[in-house]
């Protein structure tokens, strides 16, 4: 009886350490794809006849994300939303979904991102903000640029640059 408890442990610990072992793996690659920087090249929105064009930048760490946006064919002298979305693509509308982040308990942390435009109707900037969520769960997903009035206007899938 002694035997098989000796042999039942040494089992246990031997998956044990090959848990380990794979979970130390599984974080090392994790924490490399977890930070850095995605892109999204900007287009009309679907089903839209928008003129809006540009890139977006999403820089990824610790839980924020700092988006850099250069964006052209906007309304001049106005301010509208810039955000992550659920969807991961811009070739349907009903595929987009809604802002991208966790813990939802916190509520949603892209309500006050905005892009902001000058007499040409172009947007240069950046803004940072919690998302809760990392590079790796943003990759593929949709990055929406949205008019003063809320509509959906603009759209591209974040990528790695």
């Known amino acids: 009886m002694q035997s098989f408890r000796l042999t039942r442990?040494?089992?246990?610990i031997s998956v044990f350490g090959v848990a380990l072992a794979t979970s130390g793996?599984?974080?090392?690659?994790?924490?490399?794809a977890t930070s850095?920087?995605?892109?999204?090249?900007?287009g009309a929105y679907p089903g839209t006849q928008s003129?809006?064009?540009?890139?977006?930048?999403?820089?990824?760490e610790d839980g924020y994300v700092k988006i850099e946006y250069d964006l052209t064919g906007l309304e001049p002298n106005a301010n509208g939303g810039l955000h992550i979305h659920s969807g991961t693509s811009c070739k349907d509308a009903e595929k987009v979904g809604g802002h991208y982040y966790a813990p939802k308990a916190d509520g949603d942390y892209w309500k006050n991102a905005n892009w902001v435009s000058d007499s040409k109707g172009e947007a240069h900037g950046s803004f940072q903000l919690i998302s809760g969520l990392n590079r790796k769960d943003n990759l593929g997903h949709a990055v929406v640029v949205h008019a003063s009035n809320g509509s959906r206007i603009g759209c591209g899938i974040l990528e790695k640059e």
Do not use: P
């Open 36 to 42: 850095g920087d995605l892109e999204a090249a900007i």
């Open 51 to 60: 003129k809006v064009n540009g890139n977006v930048e999403a820089e990824f």
């Open 25 to 32: 793996i599984a974080r090392a690659d994790d924490t490399v």
């Open 9 to 12: 442990s040494l089992m246990a």
